[in-house]
């Protein structure tokens, strides 16, 4: 299933790459307040979504564009064929494909895929986390003054920023500094390669946290919600981090 899921990151991020570099004019689409899809989000998607099918056709299917398929199998991949879409809207190479596969609820493998940097993540439950077929890790930072957090603004639920904007201001006075890069499943990536020591946002979907979750677990990280509970995929907000950074942060975001 890892491998199946490699080869659909890769078609998909080959899609991607050629939409970013031929030149032409993009359609986007406005899903809701500042949350776009093109055609290229809807192509890399369909591609994926084909190579799963020809090789599970019973599984079931969570996709960001194409929603929900009705299935009663125990298998269910979720999909995101373009995290960061504002990004590559505008050229800002920050953007990836992201595929995990649950197996009863429980994510059991993951793929992260940057085209741009052709850069791979994959992990396996119980399988170690790995770049490019390299092993990661998380950080073994120590502090929270001394990690650099990644974050993502709640652009589309507005209703967080005021308290999205106290986080803000306690995490900016009590890490060594805070990043936001525009795709989450990235930047969960990132934690789990030891870019960054820590993550959190609020108001997710499934699909942007699936596979970075599981990247980092198996890179030795600690993964919850708001509480340190599992319950982020249901809830949308999600903490990560290395883990005596990640139970910090926990406290200072509380």
Same mark, same amino acid.
């Given at each position: 299933?890892?491998?199946?899921?490699?080869?659909?990151?890769?078609?998909?991020?080959?899609?991607?790459?050629?939409?970013?570099?031929?030149?032409?004019?993009?359609?986007?689409?406005?899903?809701?307040?500042?949350?776009?899809?093109?055609?290229?989000?809807?192509?890399?998607?369909?591609?994926?979504?084909?190579? !799963? =099918? *020809? @090789?599970?056709? $019973?599984?079931?299917? #969570? %996709?960001?564009?194409?929603?929900?398929?009705?299935? &009663?199998?125990?298998?269910?991949?979720?999909?995101?064929?373009?995290?960061?879409?504002?990004?590559?809207?505008?050229?800002?190479?920050?953007?990836?494909?992201?595929?995990?596969?649950?197996?009863?609820?429980?994510?059991?493998?993951?793929?992260?895929?940057?085209?741009?940097?052709?850069?791979?993540?994959?992990?396996?439950?119980?399988?170690?986390?790995?770049?490019?077929?390299?092993?990661?890790?998380?950080?073994?930072?120590?502090?929270?003054?001394?990690?650099?957090?990644?974050?993502?603004?709640?652009?589309?639920?507005?209703?967080?920023?005021?308290?999205?904007?106290?986080?803000?201001?306690?995490?900016?006075?009590?890490?060594?500094? !805070? =990043? *936001? @890069?525009?795709? $989450?499943?990235?930047? #969960? %990536?990132?934690?789990?390669?030891?870019?960054?020591? &820590?993550?959190?946002?609020?108001?997710?979907?499934?699909?942007?946290?699936?596979?970075?979750?599981?990247?980092?677990?198996?890179?030795?990280?600690?993964?919850?919600?708001?509480?340190?509970?599992?319950?982020?995929?249901?809830?949308?907000?999600?903490?990560?981090?290395?883990?005596?950074?990640?139970?910090?942060?926990?406290?200072?975001?509380?």
């Amino acid at each position: 299933m890892l491998n199946v899921a490699v080869k659909a990151a890769r078609r998909a991020g080959a899609i991607i790459n050629r939409a970013a570099f031929d030149g032409t004019a993009l359609a986007v689409r406005s899903k809701q307040a500042n949350d776009f899809v093109t055609q290229v989000d809807q192509a890399a998607e369909s591609a994926i979504i084909d190579i !799963v =099918r *020809r @090789a599970y056709p $019973a599984h079931a299917i #969570l %996709a960001e564009e194409s929603g929900a398929s009705a299935s &009663a199998s125990d298998y269910r991949w979720v999909i995101d064929p373009l995290d960061g879409t504002t990004n590559f809207i505008h050229g800002f190479p920050q953007y990836c494909v992201s595929i995990a596969v649950q197996h009863r609820g429980v994510t059991s493998h993951a793929v992260v895929y940057d085209p741009a940097r052709n850069e791979l993540f994959t992990a396996s439950r119980g399988g170690g986390a790995f770049l490019n077929d390299r092993r990661i890790r998380v950080t073994r930072c120590p502090r929270l003054k001394e990690a650099l957090v990644g974050t993502g603004f709640p652009f589309k639920e507005l209703q967080h920023l005021d308290r999205y904007v106290r986080q803000l201001r306690t995490l900016m006075t009590s890490s060594a500094g !805070v =990043r *936001r @890069a525009g795709a $989450a499943a990235l930047d #969960l %990536a990132y934690v789990a390669a030891g870019r960054l020591d &820590a993550f959190w946002e609020m108001g997710l979907s499934p699909w942007d946290m699936a596979a970075g979750a599981l990247l980092i677990q198996e890179a030795g990280g600690l993964v919850g919600d708001f509480a340190g509970e599992p319950g982020y995929l249901e809830s949308g907000d999600i903490v990560a981090g290395a883990p005596k950074v990640f139970a910090q942060l926990l406290t200072a975001l509380r």
